[in-house]
């Protein structure tokens, strides 16, 4: 069983704890309390399509002007990458999507593109991906969302798409 480190734990309690202090007001908070609520739609447990059982995002619901949340992917039975997730205010307003990937430092991207059933973050100095988006479609099957990462990779447009489906979360069972 793999261990958080001190290190490792300190940096994700600073990922989780940073960003403005509760009960401080600052321009555009309204506005960005609106596109939190407007995300809403993001919280639950998303079952990867053609995954392993377990291959799943799971988003809490907005609190705290946050949505937390993180990935597991499964291989073969076992855990093969993990990620923490933060979608939060950012720094002179509009929203930030923080990704603490496995094995790597964690990286931030803008918030670009809301509309009611889709957004899009972007952060262009970043290695691979520059864009991280959601899009959600609901039908007749039930709700499905299309992560999608993209962007420059070797001079190359490059896109990665995750299908899920809205699964009932496994405390819930």
């Known amino acids: 069983m793999k261990h958080f480190s001190p290190p490792g734990l300190a940096l994700i309690l600073a990922l989780l704890l940073a960003g403005p202090a509760s009960g401080q007001s600052g321009p555009g908070d309204d506005e960005v309390a609106r596109a939190l609520a407007d995300l809403q739609w993001l919280a639950g447990c998303w079952q990867r399509e053609g995954g392993e059982a377990g291959s799943q995002e799971q988003w809490m619901p907005v ?63 970043h290695d691979f991906p520059q864009r991280i988006g959601y899009t959600l479609a609901r039908g007749a099957g039930g709700d499905r969302l299309l992560a999608h990462i993209e962007g420059q990779r070797q001079d190359q447009l490059k896109r990665i798409e995750f299908p899920f489906r809205r699964v009932r979360c496994e405390a819930e069972r």
């Open 63 to 125: 609190a705290g002007r946050t949505l937390l949340g993180m990935s597991r992917t499964v291989r073969n039975g076992c855990t093969a990458d993990h990620e923490y997730l933060q979608i939060r205010p950012a720094a002179g307003g509009g929203l930030e999507y923080w990704a603490l990937p496995a094995r790597q430092p964690a990286a931030a991207f803008r918030l670009v593109q809301q509309t009611a059933q889709s957004v899009l973050f972007e952060n262009p100095q």
